[in-house]
Nanobody
Framework: QVQLVESGGGLVQAGGSLILSCAASGSIFNIFTMGWYRQAPGKQRELVAT???????AYADFVKGRFTISRDKAKNTVYLQMNSLKPEDTAVYYC???????????????WGQGTLVTVSS
């Protein structure tokens, strides 16, 4: 129905930057909130940042001032610019999209496959 393709993860030194992207495709009628979550080894998945269809953003306290979420509505794509990365930012980052799909007009939540970000000290 709806597919998410993530890219941009990798290995970076502390203090460096990465940008993640997530493109949504498929039976999309309307996308509401797009966001990023992360899960470090042995920890629960946690919210990183979200952006609404109106452009309102929200960030976890631990990334405020360092990460920026943005969205290209025409491309159904969400980005996460990550600056001043720290070793504790190491995690698998997951894209999350809340969307109304065509045909049934159901409101569903879709997760990406995850992309690994590793920050070395």
């Amino acid at each position: 129905q709806v597919q998410l393709v993530e890219s941009g993860g990798g290995l970076v030194q502390a203090g460096g930057s990465l940008i993640l992207s997530c493109a949504a495709s498929g039976s999309i009628f309307n996308i509401f909130t797009m966001g990023w979550y992360r899960q470090a080894p042995g920890k629960q998945r946690e919210l990183v940042a979200t952006i609404t269809s109106g452009g309102n953003t929200a960030y976890a306290d631990f990334v405020k001032g360092r990460f920026t979420i943005s969205r290209d509505k025409a491309k159904n794509t969400v980005y996460l610019q990550m600056n001043s990365l720290k070793p504790e930012d190491t995690a698998v980052y997951y894209c999350n999209v809340k969307v109304v799909i065509t045909n049934s007009y159901r409101y569903i939540e879709v997760w990406g496959q995850g992309t690994l970000v590793t920050v070395s000290s």
